[in-house]
């Protein structure tokens, strides 16, 4: 078995290739292929739910396969109104949650993400102000177009809509071909594309403009709204392949999917307190300060403070500074949790020296590692 310091590295050398790499394991991709194909039919909750291989595929993209079962408590997740701060969601301290209900719109299924909103009514403004509209009319035109949106439940309410069609098309420079008829029939094919598919109607088109134009909008191919948005479906997708790469390395080495896992949430990381309320990142933590898990029964601010006057929280946000961090880690956790044969490739790394016993000197070499900020 590889040790921890080596498997790390080897995976996150290139982390591009290790996801592809997973992204081709069979399983992986009969998994992402069903989610990429299905997402887009699912109008409800309960479809959701009882479509398990779509649920549990979200359920792992988000870190939250160990609560599949809970199909009862993930439905009050998805019910939650997170603009409330005293919904379900918002009430749990684990902060996946409020990510999982964020990432699916089954409240409010919009046409738009708040984003895209944004960016069409930028695009608006600045096409309209080039062809010498007044900006109070612009602004009268975008609070009409944001009125207007929130009623649309299909693709249909958006074409039948002219005044939507036209502040839309105004936004993306775009005109559709033929008459008024054939003009909604070709906006249709569009909206109802799939802009990430290079063979797709909106994607085949010699002016890109139109396959921006398509991922602007949220419908799935049947003409409804979605209740993913094309960019969170990907997104989700993406946190599957590497959930799916941290489960596999803990397979073989806890070390090294904890390693993962401090690397992936380390820009979350704002204070001590953001480590003490995760235990895995405690155990990195702990495990590179060379911490004794006794602390933890300290005042919660004493711990917090501790931390923070051990470890410049600052620093993981430079990826140099990380690495080393994790460096240290993964050579600590070695230390302490031999990989079969390759603690001895593990000393001599660190220390120069063969040996198959840690002593007590090799131990003080890795507590030693000099990190920017510790």
Partial sequence: MLSTPLSF????RDMSATLKRTAAQPD??????YYQENIGKVTSIDGFLDDQRLYSYAMKAFGLEDMT???AFMRKVLESDLSDSASFANKLVDKRY????KAFSFLTPSAQSEDALADIEKKYTENATKQGDSQSLIRLGTLAYEKSLSAVKTVDDFLADDALVAYATTAFGVDPPGTAANAKIFLKRILTSDPADADSFAASQTKSAWKDFAAAFNFSEDGNVRIQTSDQATDTV?????????VQAGEENEGVRLALYFERKASTITSGYSILADTALLTVVQTALGLSSQTSNADIDV?????????DIKSLSDPAELKKFLTR????WEAANPSSTATTSVATLITGQSSSVMSADMLMSLQGLKLGGL
Avoid at 329 to 332: D, E, G, Q, R, V
């Fill in 98 to 101: 409020q990510e999982f209900a």
């Fill in 238 to 246: 993406s946190s599957y392949l590497r959930q799916t790469v941290e």
């Fill in 329 to 332: 880690f993964t050579a600590l």
């Fill in 303 to 311: 711990q917090a403070s501790y931390i923070e006057s051990r470890l």
């Fill in 69 to 71: 079962y809970a199909k």
């Fill in 9 to 12: 590295q080897m995976i996150t």
């Fill in 28 to 33: 992986v991709k009969r998994a992402t292929e």
